[in-house]
């Protein structure tokens, strides 16, 4: 138990769990009480199973205060699977879909889309690195689109959405993938929300989508039945075997998260994490953050260093003390440190003190 | 650990997994030796994880000999999703699929590659119950077909082909999802084979695919990423996060498997389970087998009894008696007993004396 402890886990996702629910699985993995065999036995079919199923939807609508016109679903593929699903359902022919292109992943979501039908490229930092969001004046939308795309928070880019962009009255869609679950969110105000699982919410292998009962009923019944919301939220995310295991993981840090307060106190505790980052980096000027300011996400904090030689000694050495995972991604470069939900605050403070040291030894 | 041995889980999939393999996955599910975090948390980017994913590729290489030029993909979306992707890369524009009509799945299967393209049904036992499998000479194929599909084990009809159909040069592509691996498999004769893990391969969560180079060449740019074998080939099953514990605890059932002595091993074994309830089901006709007797399943053993009040019956009795999952599919009603690799021998025998006892007092 000690090891886990000792090493810190920054990587991006798959990332850090809570130990406690750690702990669960390990006490109940040969065996679920009252049950007799493993979670990664049982029949979906089970009213064993149906009971994880069942209460780990009721979770997220506890946590997320999810009106009864949203079905919430546990499908497969991750969010990439949905940068295909959601114009396959909602992007019918002659219609076109806005997207908000504003990190790496959105220009991958834009890309499938586009494969499927016309897309209105809403706005684009592209050219500048996707260091900061699109401003809201920005958004050049479509009068009647058929869904407005945004991405909550940009994992390799280090920026998240502090509030919503408005759209009108188009269904907002939302890839939440990286700050689900790190802070209260209003669904209400989307039409369809999609997340993997594995930063925020659980292990890799399970996808969650919110999505509101209108835009269910827009899917083709031509649709291969796999990619259609209507026959998963018809059989209640049993259209066939579902990730089993991953669903019960994800609900167990589901209830870990509503025991610590639901999502009004988990995001005091990510402000906290996230703002002695940042204030370190901000310290002297030897780090520099590379989102801009206000757009700073508080579940990937990136940041640089004044050469790339200076850069890989502070991965090399930063491994070696136990912080495990702070290279940024390979497609930007510089450092990532991911501090999702379940990352502790002393992981915080020992990279901070870390960074200061650091600092002294190569400033 | 006494409870869960006490029960035994006939369930059809997902399914009894070894204990050995269940023990080891709670051993290190906190810390993985070597590691210092659960392998429910380590980045599918990390070394620890390529290792995981390359020995879980290995052990299937080594156990199903798969020749240099086939693929090894790790996907998610089960069986089902195979159902759309196989007709998606491999079914152009202007040909025809050949498909086996044999049973409930092929028939799901037969109906999603309607949706992309042209179906030629080359033969079907539907009108048998698929009680049987259609002989070799009533299949009607294509000439120049783009593939002939066929379902190995048909898991709620309780068939399987002891011997693969003749299909002359169209490439066979094979559900093998619930026969894989629980005796040799001449992958040579196979274009393409896929099989959810959730049988005899692992947990519910990854679903494997082996195919031959020159069909992944097939995969249009046009489709969706996600959905695309040439994808997920270029990218090693890593185009996106993996579903990073099944396709480890997957790893684990094929070292048990080769430690086991492999698929001729595992096949005697599964030769003798199956004989032994076969022989009770025909000893005195109180039971009735439901599958044509050649065509009858080693993984999936169908029966009945004289009426649906005494079916009922066995079902409750059995189930007191620690005898779980015994009722058919839904579908057909009637007796299962699903009993792949590691389905215990002494449940079999256990099974036997139940049902002997049950003759007994009911008969």
């Known amino acids: 138990m000690t090891i886990t402890r000792r090493i810190h886990n920054f990587a991006a996702g798959p990332a850090v769990l809570p130990v406690q629910v750690l702990e669960e699985i390990q006490r109940d993995l040969v065996s679920l009480p009252g049950v007799g065999m493993s979670i990664l036995e049982v029949s979906h079919r089970s009213a064993a199973f149906e009971k994880v199923l069942a209460e780990a939807e009721q ?30 359902n909602l992007l019918g022919a002659g219609a076109t879909a806005d997207y908000i292109d504003c990190g790496s992943w959105a220009d991958k979501a834009i890309k499938e889309a586009k494969k499927v039908g016309a897309v209105n490229v809403a706005a684009s930092t592209n050219g500048e690195n996707y260091s900061r969001l699109p401003r809201q004046e920005e958004l050049k939308l479509t009068p009647g689109a058929a869904y407005v795309h945004m991405t909550s928070n940009n994992t390799i880019e280090g920026t998240e959405y502090k509030t919503l962009p408005a759209v009108g009255d188009a269904p907002l869609v939302s890839d939440t993938s990286s700050d689900m679950f790190s802070k209260p969110i209003d669904v209400r105000r989307h039409a369809l929300i999609y997340a993997g699982a594995q930063k925020n919410m659980g292990p890799a292998g399970v996808t969650v989508v919110i999505v509101r009962e209108d835009l269910v009923a827009r899917s083709q019944k031509s649709l291969p039945a796999m990619l259609s919301y209507a026959v998963h939220a018809e059989n209640g995310s049993l259209y066939n075997t579902p990730p089993a295991f991953a669903v019960y993981a994800l609900g167990l840090v589901m209830t870990w998260l509503i025991r610590l307060g639901g999502l009004p106190a988990i ?28 757009d700073r996400s508080l579940m990937n904090v990136t940041f640089r260093l004044a050469t790339e030689d200076l850069e890989k000694q502070f991965v090399k050495e930063s491994t070696a003390a136990g912080l495990d995972g702070l290279k940024g991604h390979r497609s930007v470069g510089g450092m990532r440190a991911s501090i999702y939900n379940a990352f502790p605050e002393e992981g915080i403070d020992e990279l901070v003190s870390f960074m200061r040291e650091f600092e002294r030894t190569h400033g």
Do not use: C, H, W
Not at 61 to 87: E, H, I
Not at 269 to 279: C, G, P, S, T
């Open 267 to 294: 995001a005091k505790v990510n402000e906290r994490k996230a703002a002695k980052l940042y204030a370190e980096i901000d310290r002297t000027g030897f780090y520099r953050g590379t989102a801009n300011n206000n």
């Open 59 to 88: 979770s997220i609508r506890t946590l997320a205060d999810v009106p009864s016109n949203y079905k919430v679903l546990f499908l497969q593929g991750g969010a990439s699977l949905q940068f295909s699903m959601v114009p396959m």
